[in-house]
């Protein structure tokens, strides 16, 4: 999160008793140099919106969920300005209950409706929604994005349920889950590990110039689909296209469809069926990515053979740092999964998250420990959600 974030907060902290809202929100403007559009002020970096309250007590109308997807990208904060306090909420989509107001028309296809002050989620997984979690939360928030909050509001708002269901795990199923750690821990010391890693790095050194290039795409989901197709795509002419067109640089990313599979790249030995999902890690930034969708991944392992790897490709500034081809029971990588349970609709598990600081020390200092014991645990736990 930009510092210039961490300044405003500071400010409007500074500002507490103002019991004014018209009067601190244009001192912020000021101050700041954002932008005003109708009751949102914004620049490159945040956006705001001010509400005043007689207590700590928040049921006032925030925002046009139409309007919160415009700036859902940034860190959305919400000031309630209270007569002796100014009370800062960080208000993206990912935490939100619901929509409350003019929401009944609210469907996937149809953004309506606006938000209360009482939707806003004021501790979401441990976290309380407070300036001092605004970084981690907003990192939570970055991975997820408009677009897959969306289906979980509309349920919740509307008892639409999404499509699709939760894996329903039996007797055999369950019993070739929890092998899966067991298989995983003879994947990473085989031959067939060594030449899996040695395939995705061959296809790595292929587009090393496009993907330094791709590095810099701000939007953090464009970036990683772009560099994930650019390494995994399996139309050849398409991802061709799309590495020419990012390493010419013109702005025209050429249109690319992206499979909504557990991983990006299956490869089938006579011993293992691998899937591995290709992330990409900034490391001069502080990011969670999206890990997994739980019921996809239980449904992958309930099958013989199977192996699920993730590929991490650490990039700095003019240069890529390392590739690393890990499991996802990792030791490390698995004590940083973030599991969003109670984020996802009645029909899904939810999804995981990693840690970013997590990740770059992997990428800096690869290893592929397994605790099979604690890795079965975890298994069983997703399975109960």
């Keep these: 999160m930009n510092r210039a974030v961490y300044s405003l907060i500071d400010y409007i902290r500074s500002r507490d008793g103002i019991a004014d809202k018209a009067a601190l929100a244009k001192s912020v403007q000021e101050k700041f ?19 005043t309250s007689r207590s700590r007590s928040f049921s006032n109308t925030v925002i046009a969920l139409s309007t919160l997807q415009k700036y859902d990208e940034l860190p959305f904060l919400v000031c309630q300005v209270t007569p002796s306090q100014n009370i800062l909420y960080l ?14 028309e609210l469907r996937a296809n149809n953004i309506r409706g606006s938000v209360n002050g009482s939707d806003i989620i004021k501790v979401f997984n441990g976290l309380v929604n407070t300036p001092e979690n605004f970084e981690e939360l907003f990192n939570i928030h970055a991975a997820v994005g408009f677009n897959e909050n969306l289906p979980r509001l509309v349920e919740a708002t509307n008892n639409i349920a999404p499509s699709g269901s939760k894996f329903a795990v039996s007797g055999i199923s369950l019993g070739a889950i929890l092998e899966a750690p067991d298989r995983a821990s003879e994947f990473v010391g085989s031959s067939e590990y060594l030449q899996l890693k040695s ?3 061959a296809r790595v050194s292929h587009v090393t110039d496009a993907i330094l290039v791709a590095g810099y795409i701000e939007n953090v989901n464009i970036r990683g689909r772009v560099i994930e197709y650019m390494i ?49 890690k900034i490391m001069i930034l502080n990011s ?6 739980i019921d996809k991944l239980l449904e992958f392992l309930s099958k013989e053979k199977t192996v699920f790897m993730f590929y991490f490709i650490g990039i700095e500034p003019h240069k890529i740092v390392n590739q690393v081809l890990v499991s996802l029971f990792q030791t490390e990588l698995l004590e940083s999964t973030i599991v969003l349970k109670h984020w996802a609709g009645r029909n899904s598990r939810g999804v995981t998250q990693f840690q970013g600081s997590v990740l770059n020390k992997l990428i800096l200092t690869p290893d592929n420990g397994i605790d099979r014991k604690a890795s079965r645990n975890f298994l069983q736990e997703l399975i109960a959600l």
């Design 33 to 51: 140099g954002l932008t005003k559009d109708r009751s949102v002020y914004y620049s490159e970096y945040i956006a705001i919106r001010f509400s």
């Design 91 to 104: 208000a993206n989509t990912t935490f939100l209950s619901k929509v409350s107001h003019s929401s009944q």
């Design 199 to 201: 395939d995705l790095d």
């Design 232 to 280: 995994a795509g399996e139309d050849d002419e398409r991802r061709k296209q799309l590495v020419d067109a990012v390493v010419q640089g013109n702005g025209e990313i050429p249109k690319f469809r992206t499979t909504n599979d557990l991983g990006d790249y299956a490869r089938v030995f006579d011993q293992y069926e691998t899937a591995t999902d290709v992330k990409t």
């Design 288 to 293: 969670n990515p999206k890990a997994y969708n």
